[in-house]
């Protein structure tokens, strides 16, 4: 489907506001992970490979786009998962359900393990077992999905004051930095803890038109508050649009917040960028039915 910029409600006159449904790109392979795998296909493809290997999390977005990519170009892949816990779990967790359904081959490694996912050791032991593989980092940032990356804001962008978008990694914003107007502000709104996306995102870009606002990450990487579902499931019938509880739900609120506290002079025009992200949803809705907390309203 073709994305599109669609306009959101707000109660406050002077501001306006765009969200760029960068989720509608593809069912499984969304938003920003469509974006950040495309010249890595090519490349793969260029290079003779058959296998793709990558790393990732029990509900990783990351991990069902590279499955569902593979699936449809014709490549094996192969997921490296963190926790071996989880091996005995599969036909509880949508995400890796789904991932083999696409045909991915698991491996469930020890978090002490997992850590060792970028050292050249650790790979060599994967290629040894597994073979000649095309290899994507955990989240899927490298040169080439800044490249892709690069190309979420085009010609009809321009207008906008703030660009925002949710950041793991750094690879989205850094694409988004690279093509934005030097007038343009870029915010980023980090869904984890921690100041090592300052010095990650450098190395991506040299523009210095953005900021990270680290007040919205919600406790960490896949926390969430009762505010924050409640906020989801407004927007969701205000809007018609879902949002995901890990990425785009918490920066649509830190966005929704800051505009309240008035951080944006009259007459901004905000856009907002929906990175996807919303198979995530089951997964989160299952740890929230064991809690007894409300859910996310969404469709199955
Ligand atoms: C992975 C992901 C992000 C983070 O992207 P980075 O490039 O790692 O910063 C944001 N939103 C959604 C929905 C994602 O799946």
């Not at 967790?93 to 469930?108: C, R, S, V």
């Not at 210095?208 to 406790?219: A, C, P, Q």
């Not at 919303?278 to 989160?284: P, R, S």
Request: hydrophobic share 35%; proline share 3%; net charge positive.
């Amino acid at each position: 489907m073709e994305v599109f910029n669609q306009k959101t409600t707000i109660n406050n006159p002077d501001i306006t506001l765009y969200i760029k449904r960068e989720d509608l790109l593809h069912p499984f392979i969304s938003g920003n992970k469509f974006r950040k795998l495309k010249y890595n296909l090519l490349q793969a493809k260029a290079n003779n490979h058959h296998t793709l290997l990558t790393f990732g999390g029990a509900f990783s977005n990351h991990i069902l786009a590279v499955a569902a990519a593979g699936k449809e170009q014709n490549f094996k892949t192969i997921g490296i998962i963190r926790g071996e816990e989880l091996i005995s779990k599969i036909d509880e967790n949508p995400t890796l359900q789904k991932a083999q359904e696409f045909g991915m081959q698991f491996e469930f490694v020890p978090r002490e393990t997992y850590r060792n996912k970028n050292d050249t050791a650790f790979l060599e032991k994967l290629k040894l077992k597994h073979g000649f593989f095309y290899l994507i980092p955990e989240g899927g940032t490298n040169a080439l999905a800044i490249k892709g990356c690069n190309e979420i804001l085009t010609k009809e962008d321009e207008d906008f004051d703030y660009i925002c978008c949710a950041v793991g990694t750094g690879g989205t914003i850094s694409g988004i930095i690279n093509c934005s107007k030097s007038s343009q502000q870029v915010l980023g709104f980090p869904a984890l803890k921690g100041n090592f996306l300052n010095e990650d995102i450098r190395k991506f870009t040299k523009n210095n038109n953005w900021e990270l606002i680290t007040d919205y990450h919600f406790g960490g990487y896949g926390k969430v508050s009762a505010d924050l579902i409640g906020f989801i499931n407004d927007f969701k019938k205000e809007n018609d649009i879902f949002l995901d509880p890990i990425y785009t739900g918490k920066m649509v609120f830190g966005v929704i917040d800051l505009i309240n506290k008035n951080y944006f002079p009259k007459g901004s025009k905000i856009l907002l960028i929906h990175t996807g992200g919303l198979q995530g949803i089951k997964g989160m809705n299952m740890l929230l039915k064991n809690k007894k907390q409300t859910l996310i309203d969404y469709y199955d």
